[in-house]
């Protein structure tokens, strides 16, 4: 099994957090992926994985698809090799390079297809090389980049502060800071993410904990939850079984330590 996480470029790395590979030659386990608040552009250069969600039933062997922001787990079962190649956009990344609002499309699988050129498909499926593949995705993605203005970017840093920070006043600093109403935030918000404020931040709080609880191999969860702002035990239970639809004890296993979509962060070099 092989896994990496390839940085962006410096130009796209506001709007794109990573690009991750993940190949494996057995049929062997694929983390779930969590409800989430950004987008993921997965592209499947291996044999076709089945999809367990109510809409989706598979993804073919060169094809792609857009996992955008959703409220429920996505379980991807492998049926033969894998390698699968993703683009993960921040959380107002997406709507930013595209201008696709995040309502019209929340709790749902697409598509990529119609989004990219067929002449960038063509080429990303006949190529082997998997940083001439991101290169050329990088290429493809600065090029939407020029069509960014100054009021999207703006937005997105308030969205990225609410993100990153995990702060519980961080809605009201970041309200007071754009000095816009109530309405044309929120409005403005699920616009850009696909869900209201409250739920985009008690999710980034969620998986800011449970990113550090997998990168350190911890089953001791309590003063991680405390340090990202749990009240109590039954809090942090309460939405860790909503994210990932089991306890802690279950889901904070050598399995999930060592396979899952924060290890290996690194370069692959450039062509």
């Not at 297809?113 to 067929?118: D, F, R, S, V």
């Not at 800071?177 to 985009?200: H, I, M, P, W």
């Not at 990113?211 to 309590?222: E, G, R």
């Not at 639809?245 to 962060?265: A, D, I, K, M, V």
Request: aromatic letters at 14%; glycine letters at 4%.
């Amino acid at each position: 099994m092989y896994t990496q996480h390839i940085q962006p470029s410096l130009q796209l790395n506001p709007h794109i957090a990573q690009f991750w590979l993940w190949e494996q030659h057995n049929i062997t386990f694929i983390p779930n992926m969590l409800p989430g608040t950004g987008v993921e552009m997965l592209f499947n250069f291996g044999d076709p994985l089945k999809i367990n969600t109510h809409q989706y039933s598979h993804l073919g062997t060169n094809d792609c698809i857009v996992v955008c922001p959703r409220k429920s787990l996505i379980q991807f079962l492998p049926t033969g090799k894998t390698k699968i190649l993703s683009v993960r956009f921040r959380s107002a990344g997406f709507f930013t390079l595209f201008g696709l609002p995040l309502t019209e499309i929340a709790d749902q699988i697409i598509s990529a297809k119609e989004l990219l050129p067929a002449c960038l498909l063509e080429q990303l499926f006949d190529t082997k090389n998997d940083s001439k593949k991101i290169a050329l995705l990088e290429q493809w993605l600065l090029h939407k980049l020029m069509k960014v203005t100054s009021e999207d970017t703006t937005l997105q840093w308030a969205i990225d502060k609410i993100y990153y920070h995990n702060q519980s006043d961080s809605i009201t600093e970041v309200k007071q800071q754009l000095n816009c109403s109530e309405r044309t935030f929120q409005r403005k918000f699920k616009l850009f993410t696909g869900v209201d404020a409250k739920y985009f931040e008690r999710t980034a709080r969620f998986q800011s904990t449970l990113k550090k609880l997998l990168k350190a191999q911890s089953s001791q969860y309590l003063p991680v939850a405390f340090e990202h702002g749990y009240y109590d035990q039954s809090h942090f239970i309460k939405d860790f079984k909503f994210y990932t639809q089991s306890t802690p004890s279950e889901y904070l296993t050598e399995q999930n330590f060592s396979l899952n979509y924060y290890n290996h962060t690194a370069k692959l070099p450039r062509n």
